[in-house]
C-alpha cells in the first residue's frame, strides 16, 4: 500500500477540491431538496464531470474511458463526498457501468459505455429488494419465452434510477429467495410497457427509485453475462462499490471533523473559546484518530482492487465496517459539539449526520460486514 499518494493523484485532489467547492457546495445540494428539483442533480454539472473524464476514469480507453484505477477514483469521491455531490458518480459509474464492463458483451460494452464515459446516458443496477442489504436475496423472477425472457418483480432504493436511460436489473432463473446460484442481471429499457420508475428521495438528500416490472419482455440479447451465474459480476461490482462508498465516506467524516474543529476555535462561552476545554480536545482527538485509522484502510482497499489481491473480500469488510464506526462518531460528535444550532437545518453540519447514517446502511452496515467477515475467515 502506498503511504503517499503520487503526484498525478496529488494533483487530481486538487482539480477535483476545486471543482466541487466552486460548483457542488452543500448549498448545491439544499437548494436542489428545498426546490424538489425533478432530476436531483444538475446536468450541466454531471456534463462537465464527463468533460474531465470523472465519468469514465475506470472504464477502458477503447470505450471512451481513461483507464485509471480505484485509488485515483477514490481521489475523486472523498472530495465529492466532502460537499456530499449528489451528481450520479456512484450509481452510474461505479455499480452499474462496472457490471457492464465486468460481465458484458462486447457489444454490450461498446454501446453503453461510451455513453457513460460522455454523460450522455445515465445506467442503474436494480438489486435490492428490502430495506436491508442483502445480495442473494431476490425474487424478481424472469421466465423463458420465445426468444426472451418475461421479468416480474420490484425493486427499492435504486439509486437514480429515475434518471437511467438502461436499468440493470438482477432476477432469478432459478434457485430459492437466498441462493448465490439462480442470478441473473438483464438490461432493461425503462420506457418498456410494463416498467414503473417512481423516484424516491433518501433522508439524506440521495436520488433513488422504486422500479416495478410487471411481465416485461426483454430480448434474448439483454441478457448480461451468463444465466444463472450473475453473483459471478455482483460480487465484484458490490465489493468495488463498497470501497468506493468507503472513499466517500471518509471524505465527509473528514469535512465533518474540520468544520467541528474550526467552530470548537470560535465559539465562545463563559468568555472563553470552547476549544480550550479539555474534555472536548479529548474528544476531538479520538475523532481525529479514527479518521487517519480510516484513511490507512481506505487507502488499502483501492489499492487491492487495482492490485487485484485474493484478500478483497476481506478488505472490504473490514473497511466498511471501520468507515461506518467512524462516520457514525464523527457525525453524532460534531452535532454534539455545534450544540442547539447543530439540530437545526439553518446549519450544514446536520447534513453529514444523514449522509453518515445512509451511507453506513448502503451495501451492509457495520454488522453485516463483521458477519461477512467472520464467513470469509471460516468462521
Same mark, same amino acid.
Given at each position: 500500500?502506498?503511504?503517499?499518494?503520487?503526484?498525478?493523484?496529488?494533483?487530481?485532489?486538487?482539480?477535483?477540491?476545486?471543482?466541487?467547492?466552486?460548483?457542488?457546495?452543500?448549498?448545491?445540494?439544499?437548494?436542489?431538496?428545498?426546490?424538489?428539483?425533478?432530476?436531483?442533480?444538475?446536468?450541466?454539472?454531471?456534463?462537465?464531470?464527463? %468533460?474531465?473524464?470523472?465519468?469514465?476514469?475506470?472504464?477502458?480507453?477503447?470505450?471512451?474511458?481513461?483507464?485509471?484505477?480505484?485509488?485515483?477514483?477514490?481521489? /475523486?469521491?472523498?472530495? @465529492?463526498?466532502? =460537499?456530499?455531490?449528489?451528481?450520479?458518480?456512484?450509481?452510474?459509474?461505479?455499480? #452499474?457501468?462496472?457490471?457492464?464492463?465486468?460481465?458484458?458483451?462486447?457489444?454490450?460494452?461498446?454501446?453503453?459505455?461510451?455513453?457513460? @464515459?460522455?454523460?450522455?446516458?445515465?445506467?442503474?443496477?436494480?438489486?435490492?429488494?428490502?430495506?436491508?442489504?442483502?445480495?442473494?436475496?431476490?425474487?424478481?423472477?424472469?421466465?423463458?419465452?420465445?426468444?426472451?425472457?418475461?421479468?416480474?418483480?420490484?425493486?427499492?432504493?435504486?439509486?437514480?434510477?429515475?434518471?437511467?436511460?438502461?436499468?440493470?436489473?438482477?432476477?432469478?432463473?432459478?434457485?430459492?429467495?437466498?441462493?448465490?446460484? !439462480?442470478?441473473?442481471?438483464?438490461?432493461?429499457?425503462?420506457? #418498456?410497457?410494463? &416498467?414503473?420508475?417512481?423516484?424516491?428521495?433518501? &433522508?439524506?438528500?440521495?436520488?433513488?427509485?422504486?422500479?416495478?416490472?410487471?411481465?416485461?419482455?426483454?430480448?434474448?440479447? +439483454?441478457?448480461?453475462?451468463?444465466?444463472?451465474?450473475? #453473483?459471478?459480476?455482483?460480487?465484484?461490482?458490490?465489493?468495488?462499490?463498497?470501497? #468506493?462508498?468507503?472513499?466517500?465516506?471518509?471524505?465527509?467524516? +473528514?469535512?465533518?471533523?474540520?468544520? =467541528?474543529?474550526?467552530?470548537?476555535?470560535?465559539?465562545?462561552?463563559?468568555?472563553?473559546? /470552547?476549544?480550550?476545554?479539555?474534555?472536548?480536545?479529548?474528544?476531538?482527538?479520538?475523532?481525529? @484518530?479514527?479518521?487517519?485509522?480510516?484513511?490507512?484502510?481506505?487507502?488499502?482497499?483501492?489499492?487491492?482492487?487495482?492490485?487485484?489481491?485474493?484478500?478483497?473480500?476481506?478488505?472490504?469488510? =473490514?473497511?466498511?465496517?471501520?468507515?461506518?464506526?467512524?462516520?457514525?462518531? &464523527?457525525? @453524532?460528535?460534531?452535532?454534539?459539539?455545534?450544540?442547539?444550532?447543530?439540530? =437545526?437545518? %439553518?446549519?450544514?453540519? !446536520?447534513?453529514?449526520?444523514?449522509?453518515?447514517?445512509?451511507?453506513?446502511?448502503?451495501?451492509?452496515?457495520?454488522?453485516?460486514?463483521?458477519?461477512?467477515?467472520?464467513?470469509?475467515?471460516?468462521?
Amino acid at each position: 500500500m502506498p503511504l503517499v499518494p503520487t503526484e498525478e493523484q496529488e494533483m487530481l485532489r486538487k482539480t477535483a477540491r476545486e471543482f466541487v467547492t466552486e460548483n457542488t457546495p452543500v448549498k448545491h445540494l439544499r437548494a436542489l431538496r428545498d426546490s424538489k428539483d425533478p432530476v436531483g442533480y444538475s446536468p450541466e454539472i454531471w456534463k462537465q464531470m464527463s %468533460e474531465l473524464g470523472w465519468t469514465g476514469i475506470t472504464l477502458p480507453e477503447e470505450y471512451g474511458g481513461s483507464g485509471l484505477g480505484y485509488a485515483e477514483l477514490g481521489v /475523486i469521491l472523498e472530495e @465529492c463526498g466532502r =460537499t456530499l455531490t449528489p451528481e450520479p458518480l456512484l450509481a452510474s459509474v461505479v455499480l #452499474a457501468a462496472e457490471a457492464v464492463a465486468l460481465g458484458g458483451s462486447e457489444e454490450q460494452k461498446r454501446e453503453l459505455l461510451p455513453l457513460v @464515459c460522455s454523460g450522455d446516458q445515465g445506467l442503474a443496477l436494480a438489486f435490492q429488494e428490502s430495506g436491508r442489504f442483502h445480495p442473494y436475496r431476490v425474487t424478481t423472477s424472469a421466465t423463458p419465452t420465445d426468444g426472451g425472457y418475461r421479468i416480474s418483480g420490484s425493486k427499492q432504493f435504486v439509486l437514480n434510477g429515475h434518471m437511467a436511460g438502461r436499468l440493470i436489473v438482477v432476477a432469478r432463473t432459478s434457485g430459492a429467495e437466498f441462493e448465490r446460484g !439462480g442470478l441473473s442481471l438483464f438490461l432493461v429499457d425503462p420506457a #418498456a410497457e410494463g &416498467v414503473e420508475v417512481t423516484r424516491t428521495s433518501m &433522508v439524506d438528500g440521495r436520488n433513488s427509485a422504486r422500479v416495478v416490472l410487471s411481465g416485461v419482455e426483454v430480448p434474448g440479447g +439483454s441478457l448480461l453475462g451468463a444465466i444463472d451465474d450473475g #453473483a459471478a459480476i455482483l460480487d465484484p461490482v458490490f465489493d468495488r462499490a463498497t470501497a #468506493a462508498v468507503c472513499a466517500e465516506m471518509l471524505g465527509s467524516a +473528514s469535512e465533518a471533523f474540520e468544520r =467541528t474543529v474550526e467552530y470548537l476555535k470560535t465559539r465562545e462561552q463563559f468568555g472563553t473559546r /470552547i476549544g480550550t476545554f479539555q474534555a472536548l480536545k479529548h474528544r476531538a482527538a479520538l475523532m481525529f @484518530c479514527e479518521l487517519e485509522l480510516s484513511r490507512s484502510i481506505v487507502a488499502e482497499v483501492l489499492s487491492a482492487i487495482d492490485e487485484e489481491r485474493e484478500e478483497l473480500p476481506t478488505l472490504v469488510c =473490514t473497511a466498511k465496517a471501520r468507515l461506518s464506526d467512524t462516520a457514525a462518531l &464523527v457525525s @453524532c460528535e460534531a452535532i454534539q459539539m455545534h450544540g442547539g444550532i447543530g439540530m =437545526t437545518d %439553518e446549519e450544514e453540519i !446536520g447534513f453529514f449526520l444523514k449522509r453518515a447514517r445512509t451511507a453506513e446502511l448502503f451495501l451492509g452496515d457495520a454488522h453485516y460486514h463483521r458477519d461477512r467477515f467472520a464467513e470469509l475467515q471460516g468462521f
